[in-house]
């Protein structure tokens, strides 16, 4: 698949499997294979169009029926699709990404091979690895983390922080797939059960507007977002446990006992240069487009987990800092 899955692609997915009788959907794929897979699972047994279930954009119905069996087979290790409850779809007349939503969506089966991402070239390695660490990062520290995700969050960061930057240098370190691999996992469970946050609240309509990899969208606002989230907690919240929490992530990611949510941030921001991360203007993107940027985040799903509730001059500074 070119680019990310529109609605007319799952529509029209939808119509040939109807046509050929189809009673089961395999996803074999990155993101978006997966994604429009779980589209067309729930579609095929649901019946209607994308757009009665599709939330912002379209009528919002709940799905009531159970997905035609699906089995989801990734290729890349990023978005952790294979285990969410949501299938993201493109809509290039609104130029937004929404999702259709139900927990009738998750996979029956989750075929997890680090042996199919060997092949993947550097660049898509690093986006997709990069939207993996975000995916850890983000519920950790988000207003729905909880006890199970935690444990997954943590665990992801380690494997990532050791793996990520070796696995796009080397693409057939077994060690470093395996790593980013369950990386990609455990990001998927915990966005599932917990929530992500504003690097994600901003990733969907900049992607929605604008052509550019999903990944290296997270991976250039993260640092950013860390930052700002801090100096808000800190103005706003001092005695919020998300503080202590970017602390915590700072000493993972570094594997210092000492380190602080700056050492995060430097991190992260240090990944990012090693691993080619683009500003966001080479994509296209101009404080001109700043005003609808924060407009549609503001009323996004994943931004409703940020630990912090940004002002709209702060969701300026983070696009100002990343373009």
């Known amino acids: 698949?070119?680019?990310?899955?529109?609605?007319?692609?799952?529509?029209a997915g939808t119509q040939r499997a109807q046509e050929t009788s189809c009673d089961l959907v395999i996803g074999f794929g990155g993101g978006s294979a997966l994604d429009t897979g779980k589209a067309i699972a729930a579609l095929l047994t649901n019946g209607g169009d994308p757009l009665d279930y599709l939330e912002v954009i379209g009528r919002g119905q709940p799905v009531t029926k159970a997905a035609a069996p699906y089995i989801a087979v990734p290729t890349t290790a990023?978005?952790?699709?294979?285990?969410?409850?949501?299938?993201v779809l493109a809509s290039p007349e609104h130029r937004v990404k929404v999702s259709l939503r139900s927990p009738l969506l998750l996979p029956r089966l989750a075929v997890v091979d680090p042996e199919l991402?060997?092949?993947?070239?550097?660049?898509?390695?690093?986006s997709t690895g990069l939207d993996a660490l975000t995916q850890v990062i983000e519920p950790y520290v988000s207003n729905r983390a909880n006890p199970m995700t935690d444990?997954?969050?943590r665990e992801g960061m380690r494997r990532a922080a050791r793996s990520l930057r070796r696995a796009y240098e080397n693409g057939q370190d077994a060690d470093a797939r395996e790593d980013m691999a369950l990386a990609s996992l455990f990001g998927g469970l915990a966005l599932a059960n917990a929530k992500l946050g504003a690097a994600h609240g901003f990733a969907g309509p900049m992607g929605g507007m604008f052509h550019a990899p999903h990944g290296t969208i997270c991976?250039?606002?993260?640092?950013?977002?860390v930052a700002i989230?801090?100096?808000?907690?800190?103005?706003?919240e001092p005695e919020s446990a998300a503080l202590r929490r970017y602390d915590e992530v700072g000493q993972i990611l570094t594997g210092k006992s000492q380190a602080t949510a700056d050492d995060a941030v430097a991190w992260v921001q240090e990944l990012g240069k090693a691993l080619q991360v683009p500003p966001l203007s080479s994509f296209g993107v101009t404080p001109e487009d700043f005003p609808l940027l924060i407009e549609k985040a503001s009323v996004s799903s994943s931004m409703k987990g940020n630990p912090v509730k940004l002002t709209a001059e702060e969701m300026g500074e983070v696009l100002e800092r990343a373009v």
């Open 78 to 87: 990023g978005t952790g699709a294979e285990v969410t409850r949501n299938a």
């Open 1 to 11: 698949m070119a680019g990310e899955p529109t609605v007319e692609v799952a529509r």
């Open 117 to 126: 991402t060997h092949s993947l070239p550097p660049a898509v390695t690093a």
């Open 229 to 236: 989230n801090v100096r808000a907690l800190q103005e706003r």
């Open 219 to 225: 991976g250039r606002l993260l640092p950013h977002v």
């Open 151 to 153: 444990a997954i969050c």
